[in-house]
């Protein structure tokens, strides 16, 4: 069964950046399609950013431009570079893996981004 690691949160100013990583153990990282989702407190988790096997991304329209996913399948790895951080981007980021072939869904333990002058 594959894992998922967040790290990288933490404490920055509005208009800082930040890097996620999400680091799977287990093999077979390239095969999933990957996800970047939020929960800010009492609020639903929304989807922040995906990332196809193939290295096709998509956005919310709340982080286009600021945000980028990529993957690094050498490193069983997925990122989400953060930039022109805002306040209403405090939350807790979890990243998900969904498996191809059986639609499965892995979540990492989430990563606390905390967005603060």
């Known amino acids: 069964q594959v894992q998922f690691v967040e790290s990288g949160g933490g404490l920055v100013q509005p208009g800082g950046s930040l890097r996620l990583s999400c680091v799977a153990s287990?093999?077979?990282?390239?095969?999933?399609?990957m996800g970047w989702y939020r929960q800010a407190p009492g609020k639903q988790r929304e989807s922040v950013a995906a990332i196809t096997s193939g290295g096709s991304t998509s956005y919310a329209d709340s982080v286009k431009g600021r945000f980028t996913i990529s993957r690094d399948n050498a490193k069983n790895t997925v990122y989400l570079q953060m930039n022109s951080l805002k306040l209403e981007d405090t939350a807790v980021y979890y990243c998900?893996?969904?498996?191809?072939?059986?639609?499965?869904?892995?979540w990492g333990q989430g990563t606390q981004v905390t967005v603060s002058s």
């Open positions: 287990g093999s077979s990282f390239s095969i999933y399609a």
């Open positions: 998900k893996a969904v498996h191809p072939m059986s639609r499965l869904a892995y």
